[in-house]
């Protein structure tokens, strides 16, 4: 699970579709990623930061999966 990236959806007020819209992969992709299932290719977490203008630091925050 990256719950990071879970919290940082929830704030955007974003479901799962919405996110994964605006990044341009599907919904059954993102939840796959959200909940750890998957890990992301490099090409998803570039979309993604820049989707929303995140900093690096962000970037590895959101990227982390639970221990």
Partial sequence: MR?????????QHLSQTEISEKVG???ATYAA????KRSGRQQFWKDFQKAFRLQDSEMWQLM???E
Wanted: aromatic share 10%; charged share 35%.
């Fill in 33 to 36: 990623i959200e909940s750890g």
């Fill in 25 to 27: 992969y599907s919904r």
């Fill in 64 to 66: 982390k999966n639970d």
């Fill in 3 to 11: 719950t990071n990236l879970k919290i940082f959806r929830i704030r």
